[in-house]
């Protein structure tokens, strides 16, 4: 059973900590997603990383940063949190061979900044 | 800009009738189109993927079309059941690296 897992359901944190989020995928998956999901606005992509230490931008990458050092695991980083960083956040993980492949998405990490 | 649109009012209908979803988009020509559905509280699910070079897709109760004239994709769910309410997203395949351009998605609520 394929998986993807996110290191926390909910997180609290207080404006200008810094504040990781971990994903972890067992699939060796090369491609991995960071997205934030509001009310709204759907699915925007934060940075993604086609193989392990290779990340890019996407549409919403001011305020984070991501690393990847292992291909399992995928880490986005928030320097400093601010309030309008209260989203949930969806991790997802695909092959990169071919062109369709769909996404495997974790179950989402709610955070809230105060 | 690139831009993805679906209802955002919700979908109410009785079990047993035909869901229709809608999904139109401007300024762009995906090479594919998926559709996912995402639970409360849960990622989405991958359900169906369509490529511009087809015009329908079966799978079990669900069927998707995709329109690249009128940029615009329907999902159809047949003899619909309660257990089909969820929010339904649409996603364009935006090039290389699978990425995909997600839709705000459309509720469903199917009522017994």
């Known amino acids: 059973d394929v998986k993807v897992t996110q290191s926390s359901r909910y997180l609290v944190k207080r404006t200008g900590e810094k504040v990781f989020l971990e994903c972890v995928q067992d699939?060796?998956?090369?491609?991995m997603f960071w997205y934030r999901q509001d009310p709204g606005l759907g699915l925007r992509l934060i940075y993604f990383s086609y193989d392990v230490k290779m990340k890019e931008k996407g549409d919403i990458p001011e305020g984070y940063s991501v690393s990847r050092e292992k291909k399992e695991r995928f880490s986005l980083i928030l320097e400093s949190a601010s309030t309008n960083q209260t989203s949930m956040y969806l991790c997802?993980?695909?092959?990169?061979?071919?062109?369709?492949?769909?996404?495997?998405f974790g179950p989402g990490t709610r955070l809230t900044v105060l | 800009s690139q831009k993805i649109e679906q209802n955002s009012e919700a979908l109410n209908i009785q079990e047993g009738k035909t869901a229709t979803l809608t999904c139109n988009y401007t300024?762009?020509?995906?090479?594919?189109l998926q559709w996912y559905r995402q639970d409360p509280g849960r990622g989405p699910v991958f359900l169906l993927l369509?490529?511009?070079?087809?015009k329908e897709k079966r799978k079990e109760r669900l069927k998707v079309t995709f329109d690249t004239t009128l940029k615009q994709s329907l999902f159809h769910i047949t003899a619909s059941q309660p257990a089909d309410s969820a929010t339904y997203l649409c996603a364009l395949g935006a090039g290389g690296y699978n990425k995909l351009i997600f839709g705000a998605g459309t509720r469903l609520a199917v009522h017994p």
């Open positions: 300024n762009y020509s995906p090479a594919y």
């Open positions: 997802a993980s695909s092959l990169r061979k071919g062109v369709y492949n769909e996404q495997f």
């Open positions: 369509i490529r511009e070079n087809e």
């Open positions: 699939m060796d998956h090369e491609n």
